[in-house]
């Protein structure tokens, strides 16, 4: 996947060497931000991103871009209920910070009950090429209590 986006932004004219050089350009695993003692960790992983951006400003940039894939969902097993309070959580740290953070899924590793549940956590919503308020988007305490009642 490295290669694929590195790729994609040097069709877009970005100096990728450069840009890793300077300190612009960063690409890491998330496994051991997710994972402690074999389980996965919302709050360390919450915890990184807050790192990642607070680090950008310390910098002096003006914005950190991130984009995180969330292919880890399947390769950790992470349960509806406990990737909608990470995305609450997530959503509530982003609040101290104006720049943009893209949780990229894969749609075709989740059925359509998972992903509407995905989707309600996120203020804006990137389908295709198109970038939107999502009208869908709830509070994280209406789905998990939703999903509780669905589970019980």
């Keep these: 996947m490295r290669a694929h986006i590195l790729r994609k932004l ?49 910098e002096g940039f003006g914005l950190t871009r991130l984009v995180g894939s969330m292919k880890w969902v399947g390769e950790y097993n992470v349960g509806i209920h406990d990737l909608v309070e990470y995305e609450s959580k997530l959503n509530h740290m982003l609040q101290n910070f104006n720049d943009p953070v893209v949780c990229a899924y894969e749609l075709s590793a989740f059925h359509a009950g998972v992903l509407v549940d995905i989707l309600r956590t996120h203020p804006v919503a990137i389908i295709g090429e198109v970038a939107a308020e999502n009208p869908f988007f709830d509070a994280a305490e209406v789905i998990l209590q939703e999903i509780s009642r669905h589970n019980a």
């Design 10 to 58: 040097r069709l877009a004219g970005i100096e990728v060497a450069r840009a890793e050089k300077q300190g612009q350009l960063k690409m890491e695993q998330w496994g051991p931000a997710i994972v402690r003692s074999g389980h996965y960790n919302q709050d360390a992983m919450v915890g990184r991103i807050d790192q990642i951006l607070s680090q950008g400003r310390k």
